[in-house]
């Protein structure tokens, strides 16, 4: 069974920082391109950055370039997202989400964390 189980999340003020983190499990983690996800209420869904599997290749959103950070540990099958320097426009729900290399949707996606910054 594939889970992805996001946490870190919280209420934090303008400025501060958060890592989020999603385990993985049921998938060779390895292999997968790995990505974060946030949406705002009323608003799309927003892509924030991706990983790729084998090289670590790194991706961002314009409206994070600079603050946040992907990056990944093989060998506990986990993801994070480093936020710095967050703003109250970066409250969302963050997801992580999974596919495979060359894919373009994504196949598994996380439940979900809160991320909430106050001015």
């Known amino acids: 069974q594939v889970q992805l189980v996001e946490s870190g999340g919280g209420l934090v003020q303008a400025g501060s920082s958060l890592r989020l983190s999603c385990a993985v499990s049921g998938l060779t983690f390895s292999s997968r391109v790995m990505g974060w996800f946030r949406q705002a209420p009323g608003k799309q869904r927003e892509f924030v950055a991706l990983?790729?599997?084998?090289?670590?290749?790194?991706y961002y959103g314009d409206s994070v370039k600079g603050r946040f950070t992907i990056s990944r540990d093989n060998a506990k099958n986990t993801v994070y997202l480093q936020m710095k320097n967050l703003k109250p426009e970066d409250t969302a729900v963050y997801y992580c989400?999974?596919?495979?290399?060359?894919?373009?949707?994504?196949?598994?996606w996380g439940q979900g964390t809160q991320v909430t910054v106050s001015s």
């Open positions: 989400a999974s596919k495979r290399d060359g894919r373009l949707d994504y196949d598994y």
């Open positions: 990983i790729s599997g084998s090289e670590g290749n790194t």
